[in-house]
Nanobody, 120 residues
Framework: QVQLVESGGGLVQAGGSLRLSCAASGTIFSIYAMGWYRQAPGKQRELVARITSGGSINYADSVKGRFTISRDNGKNTVDLQMNSLRPEDTAVYHC??????????????WGQGTQVTVSS
């Protein structure tokens, strides 16, 4: 099992910045990728940014140039620096970890989520 604990959400005005952090613990070997998803009220959960153990990064088009994901493999943490925040970035942000094992295949783990609210 992998446990993910998020921190750093909150309320910020449009144009402001927030930094989210996620720490992984437990059976963390074989974690292939870590990242952040978000879910706004009435909408489906969507990928915000993801980084693999090899350093490959994917961003949602809506956050490119504003958000930066970083990962510390030694500390098993993944951070999301969010700049130039917009009201449409308001959502619950969930940390995600993906393990790939020979027995169980691909396993997704999720954090509880942290609320990010951007006021206009």
């Amino acid at each position: 099992q992998v446990q993910l604990v998020e921190s750093g959400g909150g309320l910020v005005q449009a144009g402001g910045s927030l930094r989210l952090s996620c720490a992984a613990s437990g059976t963390i070997f074989s974690i292939y990728a870590m990242g952040w998803y978000r879910q706004a009220p009435g909408k489906q959960r969507e990928l915000v940014a993801r980084i693999t153990s090899g350093g490959s990064i994917n961003y949602a088009d809506s956050v490119k140039g504003r958000f930066t994901i970083s990962r510390d493999n030694g500390k098993n943490t993944v951070d999301l620096q969010m700049n130039s925040l917009r009201p449409e970035d308001t959502a619950v942000y969930h940390c995600n970890a993906v393990k790939v094992t020979s027995v169980a295949g691909v396993i997704n783990y999720w954090g509880q989520g942290t609320q990010v609210t951007v006021s206009s």
